[in-house]
T-cell receptor
């Protein structure tokens, strides 16, 4: 069966510090991968998605970046965090290429607090 | 906004009652999905309804879709305290992306 991992689970970082969040998927190959941010009590904002290694689509211009160095690894980074980067970050994967419908499967999330 | 919009934003009911949440959207879809999120956790997929379907059931869940009104509803029957969570609709347009709404926060009181 497929599983998705995110770490760390929680993170407290000072403004201006770098960020690296990691997401890995097991039990599937060539998944689509997604990074979302969820502000407190709000909906999900799609930040990046990737349909393959090295292929990143950015949805929202900001000081964040994403990379996919391996098939089942997705990394969210920042060189300098802002207060507004605080939130709950969710990674998700979806099923096979060429599917008509893409159900997404989410990781447990990372709670980031920027102070 | 391309987001789906759920209403109500918050709903509080007693155990055993039914809970109905609605979702409206603005652009065309080929499917609409509902997800559940327990506090501080990731989302879990509940049900997918295709654009050519009008109603779908899964256990105590019933989803309807009215493409002419661009709306969907999620009904949870005989609710339980464990159903307390936020519920999101997500619009699928046939690409790899889903567009999520802002969610309905459901509280089921024992």
């Amino acid at each position: 069966s497929q599983t998705i991992h995110q770490w760390p689970a929680t993170l407290v970082q000072p403004v201006g510090s770098p960020l690296s969040l990691e997401c890995t998927v097991e039990g599937t190959s060539n998944p689509n991968l997604y990074w979302y941010r969820q502000a407190a009590g709000r909906g999900l904002q799609l930040l990046f998605y990737s349909v393959g290694i090295g292929q990143i689509s950015s949805e929202v211009p900001q000081n964040l970046s994403a990379s996919r160095p391996q098939d089942r690894q997705f990394i969210l980074s920042s060189k300098k965090l802002l207060l507004s980067d605080s939130g709950f970050y969710l990674c998700a994967w979806s099923n096979i290429k060429g599917a008509v419908f893409y159900t997404q499967y989410f990781g447990p999330g990372t709670r980031l607090t920027v102070l | 906004s391309q987001q789906g919009e759920e209403d109500p934003q918050a709903l509080s009911i007693q155990e055993g009652e039914n809970a109905t949440m609605n979702c409206s959207y603005k652009t065309s879809i080929n499917n609409l999905q509902w997800y559940r999120q327990n506090s501080g956790r990731g989302l879990v997929h509940l049900i997918l309804i295709r654009s050519n379907e009008r109603e779908k059931h899964s256990g105590r869940l019933r989803v309807t879709l009215d493409t002419s009104k661009k709306s969907s509803s999620l009904l949870i029957t005989a609710s339980r305290a464990a159903d307390t969570a936020s519920y999101f609709c997500a619009r699928g347009g046939g690409s790899e992306k889903l567009v999520f709404g802002k969610g309905t926060k459901l509280t089921v009181n024992p």
